[in-house]
């Protein structure tokens, strides 16, 4: 699908300014909204929206379907009655540039109890209703969700393939008796589901009304302590116990770096037999909650990285085919032409999967701070690109532009102001951003910490990293009437 040309901001939910210790779709979000509205930017992207699993990686969630409960406000929980304005927390006690998630989950798991329990005396029954609908329409993810999140909570948040036998292979018995004993935990879970999704929906509503578009993003694994895996064993690579027959990663990159993820692999020929009905059920959710969908690790359903079990680094493994095409065309015959973004990055792969871009019609992406290593042609620099694709001043994944910059060396600096045409690194960050806005690139995205000129203290992820990632938060003041004013005008000059 081609795209008009145009500008956005990337920036995730748990980063925005909020009184309760995480980023939620409260006040702080609407007001997000209207930063990009005043500042001409017409494209919102944010990482997914699922419950997180290890070390709190939207990457590696619990659920390819459910949504993150943390995400919740407890503003709008006072404005739709399930709160008063007493419940909540005296202000401060939170940072408000890092998420404490241990502080974050208790508080809200509270208030979310509360709120329920208001919810319960005193909704009308035409908000009963609404409730009881939306678990009916969402009963083919929502059933199993809800009874794995009341299993997790009976169990400690253990893992699934730690639980008793009977429960963890799913025996018909054991879901009856637990369905049973943990009734009102599964009314919990369903009941936190119909939150987050009426929050997000009025977000989504402002925003579209603003003229602003959502840009979602689907990991395309889920994590081995996962819903998904629980309940369809058959679609991944796992033994009868449960345990993966083949690790996924990357093989380990120019630098050494190696990455081998927790995630399992897919039985492709298994999902091939069922039509690809998980996948199309899924993009389908996603697309009820974002105008554009932005693939991760794109380039696996062309082929993945198959890691040998009990490898020391991601270098043991081999390329095994994906679906390729068949399973696109099947999604595209429920969903017509979908609107995604294709991030295909790894190397080795490269020109097949691009030939699977060109065939779908999928834009792939560009990332700024990628272009200066190889040849003087190298795709990422802003010379090369094509209208059809995304451009990247960084991505979660990589260092802010002014923690970049400064971690080059000094011939690399030069190489840099060189490209740019410029004398000096000051205001580096908004060269960098019109070299990438004007660039012939259909649609641009600048990572917030570009816009406002931080470094590496405000990065989200470092790969290769297990622990200290995805805590980074703005504050509000930040975002001057200066800042506004500069981003559009570098955006209006660009003609997006």
Same mark, same amino acid.
């Given at each position: 699908?081609?795209?008009?040309?145009?500008?956005?901001?990337?920036?995730?939910?748990?980063?925005?300014?909020?009184?309760?210790?995480?980023?939620?779709?409260?006040?702080?979000?609407?007001?997000?909204?209207?930063?990009?509205?005043?500042?001409?930017?017409?494209?919102?992207? %944010?990482? @997914?929206?699922?419950? *997180?699993?290890?070390?709190?990686?939207?990457?590696?969630? #619990?659920? /390819?379907?459910? =949504?993150? &409960?943390?995400? %919740?406000? @407890?503003?709008?929980? *006072?404005?739709?009655?399930?709160?008063?304005?007493?419940? #909540?927390? /005296?202000?401060? =006690?939170? &940072?408000?540039?890092?998420?404490?998630?241990?502080? *974050?989950?208790?508080?809200?798991?509270?208030?979310?109890? #509360?709120?329920?329990?208001?919810?319960?005396?005193?909704?009308?029954?035409?908000?009963?209703?609404?409730?009881?609908?939306?678990?009916?329409?969402?009963?083919?993810?929502?059933?199993?969700?809800?009874?794995?999140?009341?299993?997790?909570?009976?169990?400690?948040?253990?893992?699934?393939?730690?639980?008793?036998?009977?429960?963890?292979?799913?025996?018909?018995?054991?879901?009856?008796?637990?369905?049973?004993?943990?009734?009102?935990?599964?009314?919990?879970?369903?009941?936190?589901?119909?939150?987050?999704?009426?929050?997000?929906?009025?977000?989504?509503?402002?925003?579209?009304?603003?003229?602003?578009?959502?840009?979602?993003?689907?990991?395309?694994?889920?994590?081995?302590?996962?819903?998904?895996?629980?309940?369809?064993?058959?679609?991944?690579?796992?033994?009868?116990?449960?345990?993966?027959?083949?690790?996924?990663?990357?093989?380990?990159?120019?630098?050494?770096?190696?990455?081998?993820?927790?995630?399992?692999?897919?039985?492709?020929?298994?999902?091939?037999?069922?039509?690809?009905?998980?996948?199309?059920?899924?993009?389908?959710?996603?697309?009820?909650?974002?105008?554009?969908?932005?693939?991760?690790?794109?380039?696996?359903?062309?082929?993945?990285?198959?890691?040998?079990?009990?490898?020391?680094?991601?270098?043991?493994?081999?390329?095994?085919?994906?679906?390729?095409?068949?399973?696109?065309?099947?999604?595209?015959?429920?969903?017509?032409?979908?609107?995604?973004?294709?991030?295909?990055?790894?190397?080795?792969?490269?020109?097949?999967?691009?030939?699977?871009?060109?065939?779908?019609?999928?834009?792939?992406?560009?990332?700024?701070?990628?272009?200066?290593?190889?040849?003087?042609?190298?795709?990422?620099?802003?010379?090369?690109?094509?209208?059809?694709?995304?451009?990247?001043?960084?991505?979660?994944?990589?260092?802010?532009?002014?923690?970049?910059?400064?971690?080059?060396?000094?011939?690399?600096?030069?190489?840099?102001?060189?490209?740019?045409?410029?004398?000096?690194?000051?205001?580096?960050?908004?060269?960098?951003?019109?070299?990438?806005?004007?660039?012939?690139?259909?649609?641009?995205?600048?990572?917030?910490?570009?816009?406002?000129?931080?470094?590496?203290?405000?990065?989200?992820?470092?790969?290769?990293?297990?622990?200290?990632?995805?805590?980074?938060?703005?504050?509000?003041?930040?975002?001057?009437?200066?800042?506004?004013?500069?981003?559009?005008?570098?955006?209006?000059?660009?003609?997006?």
């Amino acid at each position: 699908m081609r795209f008009p040309r145009r500008s956005g901001v990337l920036l995730h939910i748990t980063s925005l300014p909020s009184p309760y210790g995480i980023g939620d779709l409260g006040e702080g979000a609407y007001r997000f909204v209207d930063f990009l509205e005043a500042s001409g930017q017409k494209l919102w992207q %944010i990482l @997914p929206l699922d419950p *997180v699993g290890f070390e709190n990686s939207p990457y590696s969630n #619990l659920s /390819a379907f459910a =949504g993150n &409960s943390l995400l %919740i406000s @407890p503003g709008e929980l *006072v404005r739709e009655g399930l709160l008063s304005p007493g419940d #909540l927390p /005296a202000s401060g =006690g939170f &940072s408000s540039d890092q998420i404490d998630y241990g502080q *974050v989950a208790a508080l809200k798991g509270e208030l979310l109890v #509360l709120a329920r329990k208001r919810f319960l005396a005193d909704a009308g029954e035409k908000e009963k209703k609404k409730f009881e609908s939306f678990c009916l329409e969402n009963s083919f993810w929502l059933d199993d969700f809800a009874l794995f999140a009341a299993l997790k909570t009976y169990y400690q948040g253990s893992p699934w393939y730690t639980w008793p036998s009977p429960i963890a292979f799913r025996g018909a018995s054991a879901i009856r008796r637990s369905c049973h004993q943990l009734a009102d935990l599964i009314e919990a879970a369903r009941f936190r589901q119909f939150l987050f999704s009426r929050q997000w929906g009025k977000l989504r509503e402002y925003a579209n009304r603003k003229g602003v578009r959502l840009i979602g993003d689907i990991p395309i694994f889920v994590n081995q302590d996962s819903v998904d895996v629980w309940a369809h064993r058959e679609f991944f690579l796992l033994d009868k116990k449960g345990w993966r027959t083949a690790l996924s990663g990357v093989p380990p990159s120019r630098s050494g770096v190696s990455q081998i993820w927790d995630m399992p692999l897919y039985n492709w020929k298994v999902m091939k037999k069922n039509g690809f009905g998980w996948w199309r059920s899924r993009f389908a959710a996603v697309l009820k909650e974002v105008d554009i969908i932005r693939v991760d690790h794109f380039s696996g359903f062309y082929a993945c990285w198959h890691i040998k079990v009990g490898a020391k680094t991601s270098a043991e493994g081999r390329w095994v085919r994906g679906p390729g095409v068949r399973l696109f065309r099947k999604i595209e015959e429920d969903l017509g032409a979908l609107p995604i973004i294709a991030e295909a990055l790894e190397p080795v792969i490269k020109k097949k999967v691009n030939k699977l871009l060109d065939l779908l019609g999928y834009p792939g992406i560009r990332i700024f701070q990628h272009g200066f290593y190889g040849r003087p042609d190298n795709p990422h620099l802003p010379k090369e690109y094509p209208e059809e694709c995304v451009a990247y001043t960084g991505t979660h994944d990589d260092n802010p532009i002014i923690g970049w910059f400064t971690s080059l060396d000094s011939k690399m600096k030069k190489h840099v102001l060189s490209y740019l045409k410029v004398a000096n690194s000051r205001e580096i960050n908004w060269k960098i951003i019109s070299a990438v806005q004007h660039s012939s690139a259909d649609t641009v995205i600048i990572q917030l910490q570009d816009v406002l000129g931080l470094g590496s203290e405000s990065r989200m992820n470092t790969p290769g990293t297990d622990s200290g990632q995805w805590k980074w938060r703005f504050q509000a003041e930040l975002i001057t009437d200066k800042v506004k004013k500069k981003l559009l005008k570098f955006t209006r000059s660009s003609g997006r």
